[in-house]
């Protein structure tokens, strides 16, 4: 870039000298003075000095000024590319907090189908047990009441026979006590329920 600014200002240099010297012989020829007149040496020292402020400039303040504004350029570059990338991250972490949300959705309805399952396989245990239990109480109950029918019968029988022994002792005015009599009574008894079942068959 030195090299462009400078061979942009040595040819203006050397197009100006020309043109001074040119305005110098012709001011000197109408007597000099006027108000468009050019002073050669003038010219010349002004061209020198604004090159070498030039020059001064270029080297000590454009330098720093160029690096300050390429410096701003990367920290704006940088700050854009990180927000980039910070952009992707929040998105790819967002898509991942989706992905773990859809799956603690589907693990909760698992759960939940299980939940359900493992409550109608316990209702319907305990309906089987409950069953079970009733049909173990029926059994217990029919097997209590058929133990007192036997028992109840067995203390009718007994009183029947005491009655008819009774009743006999009287019609013959005898004692009717003994165990013949008694056995004699009880044959008799069963007889007569076991012809009151055939009949009832």
Known sequence: MRLRLSSVFLPAVFLLIPVSAFAQEHGAEEGGGGLFSINFGLSVWTVVIFLCVLTVLWRFAFGPILAAVQAREDGIQKALDEAKSRQEEAEKLLEEHKAQLADARRQAQVILAGGREAAGRLQKELEGKAR??????????????????????????????????????????????????????????????????????
């Open 132 to 201: 079970e239990e009733s049909e173990a109480i029926l059994v217990r109950a029919r097997a209590e009441i058929g133990r007192e029918r036997d028992a109840a019968v067995e203390v009718l029988r007994r009183e029947t026979v005491d009655l008819a022994l009774a009743a006999a002792s009287k019609l013959l005015h005898t004692k009717l006590d003994g165990e013949q009599d008694r056995k004699l009574v009880m044959d008799f008894i069963d007889g007569l329920s076991t012809k009151s079942s055939g009949a009832e068959a």
